[in-house]
């Protein structure tokens, strides 16, 4: 009985085995990544546009690369599935919030409302997912097909802005880009509150 009730309280993770140690090759490209956030913020202070463009671009085609050696390797850790989305958000929060402020940002600069609501949303998972995790419901979150949109609108428009001001040129098209991503981040938002409550109602 309590071998099977041992075995119920295993966290899912939908097939994959999770490995203790951090010592992978996904994992050290995650490092990287967060060691490469210091370097964007640098560049975007130091008002270095072409830098902090290719440093970005960098950065996320590691996201890449880490995502396609865990699967192609079957490298998953426990370290990772905390660590990869951490370095995510602090790529994403820290380039939207300089790229708010002209002196940073010039010709294009991201509308506030936009980064509050990235924020928000990221704020409002971390909490439910805390919540979750206290009250033994959930011990692993997998991303869902639309807050993989919402993220890659994110990196697009973060992408968009840095290369429409290297090139020092306003871009009218930029104002899609940001009612898509805030389109893509509130709907995501919605679904991960609909989910937490249906692992809240779930024994």
Known sequence: MTKAKDQMNE?????????????TLANYLTLFRIILVLFFVLALLKHKLSG?????????????????????????STVGLWLDPLA?????????????????????????????????????????????FLLNRRQNFPPTLMGKTSTVCQILTVLAVLFFNLLQKEAGLLNWLYDLTILATVISGLQYIWMGFSFLRKR
């Open 52 to 76: 902090a463009f290719f440093i970005f671009l960098l950065a996320g085609l590691t996201d890449v690369l880490d995502g396609l050696v865990a699967r192609i390797w079957h490298q998953y």
């Open 88 to 132: 995510d958000k602090l790529l994403i929060f820290s380039s939207f919030f300089l790229l708010c402020f002209p002196e940073f940002a010039f010709p294009n600069t991201i509308p506030w409302p936009v980064f509050w609501i990235v924020l928000g949303r990221d704020l409002l998972i971390v909490v439910g997912a805390l919540i979750l």
């Open 11 to 23: 966290p899912r993770n939908h097939g994959l085995e999770l490995r203790a140690t951090f010592g």
